[in-house]
């Protein structure tokens, strides 16, 4: 997933405008999003939608954001959208792998008792929203096999801390939650999953978006959460390999490959050893996701 767009569940117009988006992944929002006398028709509309459009050929992956684990909400959130199967849900706030395995659990529960065959329903948790999190990063590996990727945020974090603002008068992220960022990659890393960049919540500003998008590639993010669709291409080209990188990544594996009792090979004048493979195997990966390499 290069790219996952939120959208209110309880929106037609914007549900059918995410879904024509170019997102790799749809999240319908029941949380933040909903106002709480809407909740109900928010998990109305996100089973109607997930279950109408499971079947379009070529479609984004459908996932719903469900209510935090230590509200009341959550539960009824899984009873009314799992008959439509969903794709995953990502899950807010948690506070520690054990919340991501209870969520695991429940969805067991509730795919066996809407005809599901298997674990078929992923997990995406946000895990910097609570502080407790932030000092619980290493419980998040190994805790489910459901888990798909791992996803930061600022805003809620913000607010926890009491911070004034997350980023500096240039527009950097601040260090506290650089911290937060770079604690979800490397969990995300060591999970064997994929790290999940934070929104980019000035949806105007493409530009900035479009810098933020270029860093987190560089340091191993494979995707970003927009809440615009304008930003959508934006997070999918910077995530997407280029043709020069598809072809160098393709050579080296090839190498590798012709050499393989070989710890160190020669390219175009350079000593490339096994990271350099893992790399290139990780571009390689990436390119088949989005359609471009076999």
């Known amino acids: ?43 109305d509309m996100a089973r109607a939608f997930v279950a109408a459009e499971k079947g379009t050929a070529g479609r984004p992956l459908l996932y719903v954001r469900i209510n935090a684990l230590d509200t009341p909400l959550w539960e009824d959130d899984l009873a009314a959208v799992m ?6 849900i990502m899950q807010p706030k948690t506070r520690s792998g054990e919340d991501v395995h209870r969520l695991s659990i429940a969805l067991h529960h509730a795919e066996a008792g809407n005809g599901h065959t298997g674990p078929e329903t992923r997990i995406v948790p946000i895990v910097s929203e609570m502080p407790l999190s932030i000092l619980q990063m290493p419980s998040y590996i190994g805790s489910s096999t459901r888990l798909a990727a791992i996803n930061w945020g600022m805003e809620d974090l913000s607010a926890e801390l009491g911070a004034a603002t997350y980023r500096d008068a240039n527009g950097q992220i601040t260090s506290p939650f650089r911290l937060a ?28 978006l479009e ?28 995530f997407t390999p280029s043709p020069s990188e598809i072809e160098k990544a393709r050579s080296i594996a090839r190498l590798f490959a012709e050499n393989s009792g070989a710890g160190v090979i020669s390219y175009n ?26």
């Open 83 to 88: 008959p439509s199967h969903p794709d995953g």
């Open 211 to 238: 810098q933020e998008c270029i860093e987190a590639a560089r340091d191993g993010f494979t995707g970003k959460a927009a809440i615009h669709p304008d930003q959508v291409a934006i997070i999918n080209a910077a």
């Open 181 to 208: 960022r770079d604690l979800t990659l490397y969990t995300a890393t060591a999970a064997g999953v994929q790290p999940l960049d934070a929104v980019y919540p000035d949806f105007r500003n493409l530009k900035g």
């Open 269 to 294: 004048g350079q000593m490339l050893d096994r990271p350099h493979l893992i790399r290139a195997e990780r571009v390689l990966a990436r390119a088949k996701q989005a359609g471009l390499a076999g």
């Open 1 to 43: 997933m290069r790219s996952m767009l939120f959208v209110p569940a309880d929106s037609e117009r914007k549900l059918a405008k995410a879904f024509a988006s170019g997102a790799d992944a749809i999240i319908l929002d029941l949380e933040d999003s909903v106002a709480a006398d809407r909740k109900t028709a928010g998990r």
